[in-house]
């Protein structure tokens, strides 16, 4: 054959051949996609590869990472952050797309230095902003730099050791003894009381008075109330999106949530624009009446060039505060009592301790609940380093780092850490680590009015419950000190028993560590 007849056969073959401009899109994008998997074999798109960490998490999939195993964990994921742990050690890794590389730290030395040593290269960041922003806005939870500062210094204002001796004698003990009077009738009712419930109506309501001027008479509703359901419908949706980077796309096609979180938006902001209101409507004379609480201090804030926070940045600073004030301490509460009707022992050697304080009285000083009840603050303690308020958390890291573990960190790698783990890292707690053991926070001391010695404080890079560092939670004494009073006021009255084939207690994916089903009692007179 000759070349130009071999030349028309080839012509001749093309044109035949010829595609249409779809199947060139088509064929561009799947050669596209196999580069790419080529390029990303296990690990998420965009994300650089790193041998040094290849022995530090499960093996990802070509341009999802390990989007599948964290959506296969949602409905544990302190499970499966604990169970990496254990598998891959104390630094562990994943990719997942749009976020983009994870780096999991579980030692003190790595809390210390993400939180205090150099916390100015590990932020919130924006990615943390908008997952979180339609519960809590651009207030101190998500906010870094000047505009956390000035929360922090403004918020710090209210925390004083004057408050704590009036809310002691006066708010905590008043609204422990709403809760008690309700917890009576149910039991001359013959009725179940949901202790998770009530805790959270306590804690609302006091919180709401002391902080905003609300009143939200959540103690004594029955039912439900709509603030708290607002509440924790938005903490877990909010948790949910860390499980689905894509959340943005595909949450307007899941029926009805648009406009469920919507709802609770409304709800939110409602009440918020409530507190708002009646504050700038008060009167010199009407204002003269009360203490100044945390609303004031932020309504009354000047900006440099003497402008004033907006309602919308007031709206903020209520919710980021509400969920500090309400939830964080009610679930405390509520895992306390389930560990101490599981453990007899430790319940019988908190009434003891009672009994010696306070000698049957029901009215209490600051100075018996900060420093005579050093076994009831361990109960307390111990607990919450089971059960952390905040289970898990995160940062961004601004510029290239490298961890006192050793693993280097590049510029947006996400920093992540959970309490819920680090209390159960035999390293750090011992090898009783997941074991529930209040004497572990004790010494001996034959000078101290209760029976068990004096509280020993552990360092909060190990302890971090209340976060550490300059971020350390503001309210911490002001939660012990709530916890404790209620605590002592109903085991002073009652006696709970879990109700029969009450089940052991599992916790509900949300920004806190709620219990997934009520927590039922069974309340008789404390003989």
């Not at 916390?119 to 960041?125: D, Q, V």
Request: with cysteine; charged share 25%; hydrophobic share 40%.
């Amino acid at each position: 054959m000759s070349l130009v007849a071999l030349r028309r056969s080839v012509d001749l073959y093309l044109a035949r051949q010829k595609r249409s401009p779809f199947e060139y899109i088509v064929l561009a994008t799947i050669a596209f996609l196999l580069g790419a998997m080529i390029k990303y074999p296990d690990r998420a798109f965009g994300t650089r590869s790193r041998p040094d960490l290849k022995d530090k998490g499960s093996r990802g999939y070509p341009l999802i990472g390990n989007l599948p195993q964290i959506f296969a964990n949602r409905h544990d994921p302190l499970g499966a952050i604990l169970k990496n742990h254990v598998k891959y050690g104390n630094t562990t890794t994943a990719t997942v797309p749009i976020i983009g590389r994870f780096i999991a730290v579980n030692t003190v030395e790595d809390m210390e230095y993400i939180l205090k040593t150099n916390m100015e290269n590990y932020i919130k960041g924006d990615l943390f902003r908008r997952t979180f922003s339609d519960l809590l806005g651009q207030g101190i939870f998500t906010s870094d730099g000047q505009q956390w500062r000035f929360h922090r210094k403004t918020a710090s204002n209210i925390f004083t050791t004057r408050l704590y001796r009036d809310l002691v004698k006066g708010a905590f003990r008043s609204t422990a003894g709403e809760l008690a009077t309700v917890l009576e009738q149910k039991m001359k009712r013959g009725e179940y009381a949901d202790l998770q419930k009530h805790f959270h109506a306590l804690t609302l309501d006091a919180f709401g008075r002391l902080t905003f001027g609300l009143h939200f008479h959540a103690i004594s509703t029955e039912g439900t109330h709509e603030f708290g359901d607002a509440f924790d419908y938005m903490t877990h949706v909010t948790e949910s999106r860390s499980a689905n980077p894509f959340w943005p796309w595909t949450d307007p096609f899941v029926p009805g949530k648009k406009r469920k979180i919507q709802e609770a938006i409304g709800i939110l902001d409602k009440y918020a624009t409530q507190a708002v209101e009646a504050r700038r409507k008060e009167t010199e004379e009407e204002k003269g009446t009360r203490p100044r609480d945390l609303l004031d201090h932020f309504i009354n804030y000047e900006n440099d060039d003497g402008s004033k926070l907006t309602d919308a940045e007031l709206r903020d600073v209520f919710t980021n505060f509400m969920i500090a004030g309400r939830d964080t301490t009610a679930q405390g509460l509520t895992w306390v009592f389930y560990m101490l009707m599981s453990h007899p022992p430790v319940l019988a050697k908190l009434h003891e301790e009672i009994d010696a304080v306070f000698q049957g009285s029901d009215e209490y000083t600051y100075e018996q609940v900060a420093h005579d009840l050093p076994y009831a603050k361990a109960v307390f303690y111990e607990t919450l380093r089971l059960y952390p308020p905040v289970t898990k958390n995160a940062k961004v890291a601004v510029e290239a780092d490298i961890l006192p573990c050793g693993v280097r960190v590049d510029a947006g790698d996400v920093i992540s850490y959970s309490s819920y783990a680090l209390a159960r890292n035999q390293e750090v707690w011992g090898a009783d680590a997941e074991r529930f053991n209040p004497d572990r926070w004790l010494n001996e001391d034959p000078k101290a009015k209760s029976p068990f010695g004096k509280f020993r404080n552990e360092s909060t890079f190990k302890f971090n419950s209340f976060n550490a560092g300059p971020r350390i939670c503001l309210g911490q004494t002001f939660a012990t000190l709530e916890a404790l009073t209620t605590m002592a006021f109903l085991l002073q009255k009652f006696d709970f028993k879990l109700a029969p084939d009450h089940p052991i207690p599992v916790y509900k994916p949300s920004l806190t560590i709620p219990m997934q089903d009520p927590l039922l009692v069974e309340i008789s007179k404390r003989q």
